[in-house]
């Protein structure tokens, strides 16, 4: 069925809600920004054409809220409404409430978003269509006994999921009997609070696997594409830090393989829009995970290596258009996004909020910057501290390194501690380098973060001298640096000339 679209409303922030914009922007159609009211001062705020104030900051009372957030798309005259990704993306109630209110939902359907949603509900369909998961328990007994009972089946380690859950939250590995109790009852409190659930299931836990996932596309006429894989195997606590597309772990049988598979999971699930089903690799066998029905926030990898435009696919496949992609996209070359945050990675990655100073990012051929904020703004303690994404891409997986390390290094941040030099170590490591890297990369070598050099005396007599001689909101270039106030003590300056020079030295 076709929609005509002249003006989308985005339920979402940040770098996800620009990169929205600016796809609208090239399509001609007009944007509506769904925001809350400590997100005035970013850039989506700027770019929109018309903006609608949904709630105070708690997400609970904004952009989690359906009611509001439909409440300000019908104040506005919206067409449809991108959810991007993250809050209400892979609600299916939100996706009814939008069809209810005649607005379309740029995104599958709500039966769909349910099917895949309900972790356990997937996976059986999987298992119907033949694709290969994880071996575990998805009973409806829920009782403490049948669950350690089903644990020491399965056998240790095991990993403890939420039903309804996603993006890694409430996962938790459990290693001995001892420790399931406590896992068990962790993971049902945050499957209640954050999806309305505590429902849960438990698989065999894989602790030398990979982590690579298959973009696929389903249009409006049922052809369903893949746009081949990326590799998302560096992650702290279960969150992705750096991926690549496609993944250097996968045999071209491999590829096929599990390309071959992503397909049948989409085509038994009738999908429309874009998708991502994620597996683990252990020992040459490929496992389903689950299926994220939404853009993905590495989304820009696959773009880059196949030349399309997801966010543009998608609203032509709400609007019930066909693709103008051939019927096998070839990839080409490699691309590596990192996820640049605002913390410090000498102390573990504690979030380093406050206003963001002057920044400068040393474009070029293969180099690009998705973030949603500019100098002055506001990096607050209420969202996901993730200031922009670096992707980068280039002939070769090691070029395309190179590349990112060179870009990460030129890469200038005021105002705000921020991960780079973190990054910029992983990317260095040989584990890395060489493609070997497994989910538990992190863990075994960056468990706490980086250490700090050891400056000389000479270095840091120098830096505080330039940094006396720089008043306060003023950077040597003339544009302001603002002071961080994450602690809620008296403001104080985080000197960029500290926070910089030790990772270019």
């Avoid at 996706?95 to 349910?114: H, L």
């Avoid at 849960?200 to 409006?220: M, P, R, S, W």
């Amino acid at each position: 069925m076709s929609l005509k679209i002249e003006k989308i409303g985005i339920a979402n922030r940040g770098e996800v809600a620009v990169r929205i914009i600016r796809a609208c922007q090239e399509l001609g159609m007009r944007t509506v920004l769904l925001h809350s009211d400590v997100d005035r001062e970013t850039t989506a705020f700027r770019l929109a054409d018309e903006r609608v104030c949904i709630g105070p900051a708690p997400t609970n009372q904004s952009y989690l809220n359906i009611e509001t957030n439909i409440q300000g798309a019908l104040s506005a005259g919206v067409d449809a409404i991108h959810p991007g990704f993250g809050f209400l993306s892979e609600n299916a109630d939100f996706a009814d409430a939008c069809s209810k209110a005649r607005i379309g939902f740029i995104g599958p359907s709500p039966e769909v978003i349910r099917l895949f949603g309900d972790k356990i509900s997937a996976k059986k369909m999987v298992e119907r269509a033949g694709g290969p998961v994880i071996p575990g328990y998805q009973g409806n007994d829920q009782s403490e006994s049948r669950l350690l009972s089903e644990m020491e089946k399965i056998g240790f380690p095991v990993i403890v999921k939420v039903a309804g859950g996603g993006g890694g939250r409430g996962l938790k590995v459990v290693r001995h009997l001892r420790e399931a109790k406590d896992a068990i009852a962790s993971s049902q409190r945050e499957g209640l609070s954050s999806f309305g659930s505590d429902r849960i299931f438990l698989e065999k836990y894989l602790d030398k696997a990979k982590h690579i996932e298959v973009q696929i596309f389903g249009d409006c006429s049922g052809k369903v594409y893949h746009l081949f894989d990326r590799e998302c195997s560096v992650q702290r606590r279960h969150q992705k830090i750096i991926e690549e597309a496609m993944s250097p772990s996968l045999s071209e049988e491999l590829r096929e393989k599990i390309a071959l598979t992503s397909i049948q999971i989409a085509k038994e699930a009738k999908y429309i829009g874009a998708g991502t089903i994620e597996f683990l690799l252990q020992d040459g066998e490929i496992y389903f995970m689950e299926m994220n029905t939404r853009l993905q926030v590495e989304h820009p990898v696959t773009e880059l290596v196949m030349g399309v435009d997801l966010v543009k696919a998608q609203i032509f496949a709400a609007m019930g258009q066909s693709l103008v992609w051939p019927k096998l996209p070839i990839p080409h070359g490699h691309a590596i996004e990192c996820r640049i945050y605002a913390e410090d990675p000498y102390q573990a990655g504690i979030p380093s909020t406050g206003r963001l100073g002057s920044y400068y990012f040393p474009f070029g051929p293969g180099r690009r910057l998705e973030i949603g904020f500019d100098s002055g703004d506001e990096i607050t303690s209420f969202y996901d501290p993730m200031i922009a994404k670096v992707i980068v891409w280039d002939e070769t997986r090691g070029r395309a390194i190179q590349k990112m390390i060179r870009t990460l290094k030129d890469t200038i941040i005021f105002g705000v501690k921020t991960n780079i030099p973190y990054l910029i170590q992983i990317l260095s490591h040989p584990q890395f380098i060489d493609g070997t890297m497994k989910t538990d990369f992190i863990d075994c070598y960056f468990p706490h973060g980086i250490k700090q050099k050891e400056k000389s005396s000479f270095l840091q007599n120098m830096e505080a001298e330039l940094y006396r001689r720089i008043p306060v909101g003023v950077s040597s270039s003339g544009c302001s640096i603002a002071a961080s106030s994450d602690n809620g003590n008296e403001a104080k300056p985080i000197s960029p000339w500290t926070h910089q020079w030790e990772e270019r030295r």
